[in-house]
């Protein structure tokens, strides 16, 4: 899967994001902080992975920050993207399964190298919902 990847600093995670997905076997297409000739600010950062997403360059997007709220808020504000912030394996399947989130939020502060690989385990084992009640989900919000 292509899956564009944003952060705002190289604190925590930020890089090991990266060689996760990559060791996953997805491409990944870098912003802000990961790539050097971009902005690394949170909210601009956070958009561009949620653009990728809208616009077809990516199918998810992972998108962090030291709390992981202005990302995700960030990426909300992009039409078509569900950004979920996910702090558990358990948050992360949820997102997947009842949301049909693309876009995952995480907080640089929070999340350790195991509690990554446990998050993006249940992310990628999640599958959405075929339930029409969560399949509606928010799109009625968006007209
Ligand atoms: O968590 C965040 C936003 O939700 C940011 O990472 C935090 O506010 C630090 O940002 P900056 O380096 O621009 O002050």
């Given amino acids: ?58 199918e998810q997007a992972v998108v962090c920050c030291w709390t992981g709220t202005g990302a995700a808020i960030a990426a909300n504000k992009v039409r078509g993207v569900r950004a979920a912030l996910c702090a558990d394996g358990y948050t992360a399947d949820g997102a997947r399964r009842w949301n049909d989130a693309n876009v995952l939020a995480l907080s640089l502060r929070v999340v350790s190298e195991p509690l990554l690989k446990e998050i993006l385990d249940a992310w990628f084992a999640g599958t959405a919902s075929t339930d029409p009640a969560d399949v509606a989900n928010v799109a009625h919000l968006e007209a």
């Fill in 1 to 58: 899967m292509r899956i564009a990847v944003a952060a705002d600093s190289l604190d925590g995670v930020a890089a090991t994001v990266v060689t996760e997905l990559r060791e996953r076997g997805h491409e990944v297409i870098a912003h802000g902080a990961l790539n050097d000739s971009e902005r690394d600010d949170w909210a601009w950062a956070s958009a561009a992975a949620a653009r990728d997403v809208a616009e077809g360059r990516a």
